[in-house]
């Protein structure tokens, strides 16, 4: 297996060529960190499945200490992080005027070309059900309200 900065512009180079952004050839900081401490700065401290966190504001990949990067399981779980620095240095995925509409968008495109990368490994887990884990919270009002309503009919 390639050191960690190969590895790292290998997966940036499947980035580029499979989700058509443009090719990187500088890699972020990337850290091991402890799964209560992934989960502290990932999900505000509570229990989540989370394995990997791109830091936006330090430009940094955390992974989890249990992530192997020695298996494409891990590698690609390296890939879907270094999917949302390579969406925020290209700037095509700008922030609209629904943020949590934009950040679900992103996730489920660094889903797809982490299933991508899984396939190219002849491997096959739909890692993009994990999406389930995902929402965005109305904010409060009448519009809101009347959409818990209609939900809570469907059910």
Known sequence: MPDLSQLCLLLLAFI??????????????????????????????RPCPAQGFYDRETDAILLSDEVELAFALGRSILLHELVHYVQDRSGRWQED?????????????????????????????PVSQNMIYYRCELPPGPASQAARRASSRAL
């Open 16 to 45: 580029a060529q499979h989700g058509h952004y443009p090719a990187m050839e500088e890699c972020p900081s990337v850290r091991t960190v402890s799964v209560p401490e992934l989960m502290s700065t990932a999900c505000e401290g």
């Open 97 to 125: 005027d629904n943020a949590c509409r934009a950040g679900m968008m992103r996730e489920l495109h660094a889903f797809h070309l982490q299933e991508r990368y899984l396939l190219d490994q002849n491997i096959r887990i």
